[in-house]
C-alpha cells in the first residue's frame, strides 16, 4: 500500500558529502515523522535523524552539523544532505516514514529497502 525508494547512496571519501532522497508512494492520507536510521555492519540499527511534519528534528549526537535533513510534504519525500563524512558513518541507510491511510486513522511505520553509504579513508 505504501512504498518509500530511496536513492543517493554511493561511495564517497572522508570528507565528501551525499544526498540521500527518499520518496514515499501510495495509499497516503498524511504522513507525520520520516526520517533516516542507519546500521553499521554488526551492529544494530540506529537512528540518524527524524523530522515532524511541522518541521521539527532529532538528530544523533554523532551528526550534529553534519548532516541536514529536510522534507517536502508536497512530494512526500524526505531528504538527508550529508557534509563531511567519516568512515563511522558507513552502513547501510533506511528511510522510515509513519504514514496514516485515512485521515481518521492511526499511522503505521513504513521502511525504505535501504541504501549503502560507504566512506573510504
Do not use: H
Not at 511534519?53 to 544532505?81: C, E, H, M, P, W
Not at 491511510?101 to 573510504?120: A, E, F, K, N
Amino acid at each position: 500500500q505504501v512504498q518509500l525508494v530511496e536513492s543517493g547512496g554511493g561511495v564517497v571519501q572522508a570528507g565528501g558529502s551525499l544526498t540521500l532522497s527518499c520518496a514515499a508512494s501510495g495509499r497516503i492520507a498524511r504522513i507525520n515523522e520520516m526520517g533516516w536510521y542507519r546500521q553499521a555492519p554488526g551492529k544494530q540499527r540506529e537512528l540518524v535523524v527524524v523530522i515532524t511534519s511541522g518541521g521539527s528534528t532529532n538528530y544523533a549526537d554523532s551528526v550534529k552539523g553534519r548532516f541536514t535533513i529536510s522534507r517536502d510534504n508536497a512530494k512526500n519525500t524526505v531528504y538527508l544532505q550529508m557534509n563531511s563524512l567519516k568512515p563511522e558513518d558507513i552502513g547501510v541507510y533506511y528511510c522510515k516514514a509513519d504514514v496514516a491511510l485515512t485521515y481518521i486513522s492511526g499511522s503505521y511505520r513504513y521502511w525504505g529497502q535501504g541504501t549503502q553509504v560507504t566512506v573510504s579513508s
